[in-house]
């Protein structure tokens, strides 16, 4: 089992940054791929942007040069870096760790509380 928690939401200006983070509980943190995902009120949880556990990162096209993704595996920890926020990233944004079992379909994922982010106009 693998505990997810996130700090380093808050309220900001547009234009501003926040930095989140999300501390595992477990070594094997360095094995999964992590990812942040957000949901605004009244939308679907969508995936915000991943890091394998090789450190290859991937971003959705609204974030893309605004927000970096990154992780310190040595403190089983990630991070997600925004700058120049916009009203339009204020959601909840949640920490998801995953990985497979290997030479399977199954997917075994943990999934943090979430954190608040607002941004004001």
């Known amino acids: 089992q693998v505990q997810l928690v996130e700090s380093g939401g808050g309220l900001v200006q547009a234009g501003g940054s926040l930095r989140l983070s999300c501390a595992a509980s477990?070594?094997?943190?360095?094995?999964?791929?992590m990812a942040w995902y957000r949901q605004a009120p009244g939308k679907q949880r969508e995936l915000v942007a991943t890091i394998s556990s090789g450190g290859s990162s991937n971003y959705k096209d609204s974030v893309k040069g605004r927000f970096t993704i990154s992780r310190d595996n040595a403190k089983n920890t990630g991070y997600l870096q925004m700058n120049s926020l916009k009203p339009e990233d204020t959601a909840v944004y949640y920490c998801?760790?995953?990985?497979?079992?290997?030479?399977?379909?199954?997917?075994?994922?943990?999934w943090g509380q979430g954190t608040q982010v607002t941004v004001s106009s």
């Open positions: 998801n760790v995953h990985t497979f079992v290997e030479n399977t379909a199954t997917l075994i994922e943990y």
């Open positions: 477990a070594n094997i943190f360095r094995l999964y791929t």
